[in-house]
């Protein structure tokens, strides 16, 4: 595992993590939270020559999409993994403008919905009145493939495989890898209130990671007081690391009350307890690029 210059193993590339949107429940943009970034989940895992596979599809991903296009890139094509359909993590659909173009093919894979599809359930809030344009009139194609993880997704070298996660509402967790390398992506999840143990299908899906991507949102003391809403703690987040015998992991879904300061303060505090486990902690930051291989 390294940062730095893409490698190559003997044909295969490593893993490239780029860190676009690390904000949990709303973008927030203020002089406390510059340093961090503002905008909601997105990250993107690239292999070189290949097409590339996103991770939520929230605020983040519209910053992407101006980056592809300054490089000359108008009409999109990859995958992009949604763990959930809350607003946080889905919201820059519309506003990639890389898909805005008829040449565009998105593949939107994430959970079954009960009682519903997932093509129905985007369309239902990307359609008047709560967007200006429907989703079945926007230029490019979105194939849509639902996962509860019975069977691995393909995507160039890599192979995808995604968990249930414990959160509010059906919820997947997913795991990139390829022969190189590993990337496993918790974005949301329920730390348990009674204390009990990591579920067994997180640890499996995120066992031996290289890099293990992971909700922080609350401290201890907001925990205590939302023990319910879905989200974890950054001692948990180390628990679940340590459990699966992780080799990195990333902070992520910041609170957005959450300043610079206190991110960065529990970065150092979780990173001294992780260090003496054999555990790298760092907390996700817009701009963030990692590389697993």
Sequence with gaps: MSEGPHEDHGGVEVLNIHFYGVRGSTPCSCESTRGIGGNTACVLVQVDNEEPILLDLGTGVRYYGAELEAGGVTAFEG?????????????????????????????????????????????RFVQ???????????????????T????????????????????????????????IGSVAYVS????????SDVPAEVID?????????????????????????????PEYALEVARQANARRLVLFH?????????????????????????IEVIAAYEGLQLTSG
């Excluded at 899906?205 to 939302?226: G, K, N």
């Excluded at 910041?254 to 054999?278: C, I, M, N, Y």
């Design 188 to 195: 949301d999840h329920q730390q348990p209130s009674d204390g």
């Design 254 to 278: 910041h609170d957005p009350s959450h300043s610079d300061e206190w991110v960065l303060a529990t970065e150092e505090s979780v990173g001294k307890r992780a260090a003496a486990q054999g």
């Design 148 to 179: 509860d993880g019975v069977q691995p997704i393909d995507a160039g070298s890599c192979t995808i495989t995604s968990a249930s996660v414990p959160h509010c509402g059906v919820t997947n967790g997913y795991r990139i890898q390829n022969s």
């Design 79 to 123: 995958t992009a993994l949604v763990t959930h359909l809350h607003w946080d993590h889905v919201q820059g659909i519309p506003f990639f403008r890389p898909l805005l173009h008829p040449d565009a093919r998105l593949r939107l894979i994430g959970p079954p919905q009960e009682g519903s599809t997932l093509q129905a359930e985007v369309a």
């Design 128 to 146: 008047p009145p709560l967007f200006p344009v429907s989703l079945s009139l926007l230029p490019g194609t979105v194939e849509f493939v639902e």
């Design 205 to 233: 899906l995120c066992r031996d990671v290289d890099i293990l991507i992971h909700d922080a949102q609350y401290s201890s003391a907001e925990f205590d007081e939302r023990n319910d809403w879905g989200h974890s703690t």
